[in-house]
């Protein structure tokens, strides 16, 4: 039964999420799972056409898709709407894809949404490691990770938001257009701030890799709201 489930959920992140890209589906049979906390991870996605006020955790509730032979299926996953037209995703990470985690895994493993959401962090930077800031154009500065697939789920990093944020008590603004894509600007700086704005609509509209969020976001006091509101659709 369990087997059959992940096989399942395997087949329907593959039709309908993106998170497998393109395996064969050889390949995806062939790919196993650790599925213990140790190896839960977290990804940010897009919402379109939603604009989520704050941050907490709302159940994305159940996933439609389209099975090979036509049929249509309904299944839980561990996806929680999270801000502003992004949402959340709990997986478990793979030598070449990665697997949804179902409610029933957080249950096994004696955690809340919440509290998976931090471990996935703790392992995210034990695993990638920290990210780093560089200069980008502008007066624009850009988070880098080890795994470029994976840089926007440092957005969800509180810790390293509110190190930066030591610099500039002010605020931070921020913008993740891009799943490969993280950058920010003092919220002091306006002629970086209007950069940012301008830069960050460029690449949601045609930049390299998947769209996440056209919406910009301010961190301030260790809190996460919407700076500016998603394009409307």
């Known amino acids: 039964m ?12 593959a039709l309908t999420c993106g998170l497998l890209g393109a395996l064969p589906a050889a390949a995806q049979e062939a790919e196993s799972f650790d599925i213990s906390a140790r190896n839960l991870l977290v990804v940010l996605r897009e919402s379109r056409g939603e604009n989520k006020q704050d941050e907490s955790l709302e159940p994305f509730g159940k996933v439609r ?12 996953t561990s996806w929680y709407r999270y801000l502003g037209d992004m949402h959340i995703r709990l997986v478990f990470d793979g030598p070449q894809s990665m697997q949804s985690a179902a409610p029933e895994d957080l249950t096994r493993l004696r955690l809340s949404p919440e509290e998976a959401l931090n471990l996935a962090i703790r392992n995210l930077r034990r695993v990638y490691g920290q990210p780093a800031v560089v200069p980008w154009s502008g007066g624009l500065m850009q988070v880098q990770a080890a795994s470029a697939d994976l840089t926007s789920s440092y957005f969800l990093d509180r810790d390293f938001w509110q190190g930066l944020q030591g610099r500039h008590p002010e605020g931070l603004v921020v913008a993740v257009p891009r799943r490969g894509g993280l950058v920010y600007a003092p919220i002091s700086d306006e002629a970086a701030v209007s950069s940012l704005r301008f830069s ?4 949601y509209a045609g930049g390299p890799g998947a769209p996440l969020s056209s919406a910009l976001y301010l961190f301030k006091d260790g809190q996460w709201s919407v700076f500016q509101p998603p394009q409307a659709f």
Not at 200 to 203: E, K, M, N
């Open 65 to 76: 898709a389209r099975m090979p032979d036509g049929s249509n299926i309904e299944f839980d």
């Open 200 to 203: 960050a609509a460029a690449l």
């Open 2 to 13: 369990a087997s059959s489930r992940i096989h399942v959920l395997k087949l329907c992140l």
